[in-house]
């Protein structure tokens, strides 16, 4: 038995040593998902508190990011607000063009027409409320050099106003970073100051990188732009308004 012990000894010391793989950098790791047909889900609490609990307001967002060869090209994603005045919007971004349905809409759109096409928003991919894109390279560089180390393998850090600006947000705000196994990012919160008295926080989870995300537009009979909305509006609120002798279209509410 000892002769049998002192040969597995000596051939495990014959055995080369693997080395080590060297820690995978995020922002590489980030691009590398840029693949078209590709991407992740997405899915958000963010919260505003007060001093008055009555304007306190809780919106969560739940969808998926579709990308492309460098970056996001295309999202679909629900937003609910629970507060004062709930509400339910569904954003989908794609072609360069974005889409919103939202039930306080409803009631303007024209027989047959559920989405209004956003033509101020040309371009943009609507994909979070973060004050900052999580999903740009040069925003988690810019956040894992400003970030400590934190329990549960989280990164926080601040940002002062100069700083935020270069990711795309206004304002200071503090964050927390979480990493997968992968380096990419899984877990990213943010916290602003607002108006005296009042705090916004958001807590973005981020899950299932590399699934396959295709996302469409609506169908073009379903939709009518935002421009030709306003004009229906007030060429109803014209109709209406020559029944009543001084012209006043206030009452109706409907500019409300």
Do not use: C
């Amino acid at each position: 038995m000892k002769r049998l012990l002192a040969a597995a000894v000596t051939a495990a010391a014959l055995i080369p040593a693997v080395p080590a793989q060297a820690a995978v950098d995020p922002v590489t790791a980030l691009k590398r998902q840029f693949a078209p047909g590709h991407g992740v889900t997405i899915s958000e609490t963010a919260r505003i508190e007060s001093k008055r609990s009555r304007d306190d307001e809780v919106t969560r967002m739940a969808g998926s990011v579709e990308f492309g060869a460098s970056g996001p090209v295309a999202a679909d994603v629900v937003f609910r607000t629970v507060g004062e005045d709930d509400s339910r919007q569904r954003w989908i971004s794609v072609g360069g063009k974005v889409y919103v349905q939202a039930a306080d809409l409803a009631d303007d759109l024209p027989f047959g027409r559920t989405w209004v096409l956003m033509e101020h928003l040309k371009g943009s991919v609507i994909t979070s409320a973060q004050p900052v894109d999580v999903l740009r390279p040069t925003t988690v560089k810019t956040l894992l050099a400003h970030a400590g180390s934190l329990r549960d393998g989280l990164r926080q850090g601040a940002l002062t106003p100069a700083q935020a600006r270069g990711t795309g947000a206004y304002e200071a705000f503090s964050f927390r970073l979480g990493l997968n196994s992968q380096a990419l990012p899984d877990r990213v919160v943010t916290g602003q100051n607002g108006t005296p008295g009042s705090r916004s926080t958001v807590e973005t989870r981020l899950s299932g990188w590399g699934a396959r995300v295709s996302v469409k537009a609506p169908p073009v009979d379903e939709v009518i732009t935002y421009k030709d909305l306003v004009a229906e509006k007030r060429a109803r609120a014209e109709r209406l308004s020559q029944a009543i002798p001084d012209g006043s279209t206030s009452s109706l509410g409907l500019f409300d």
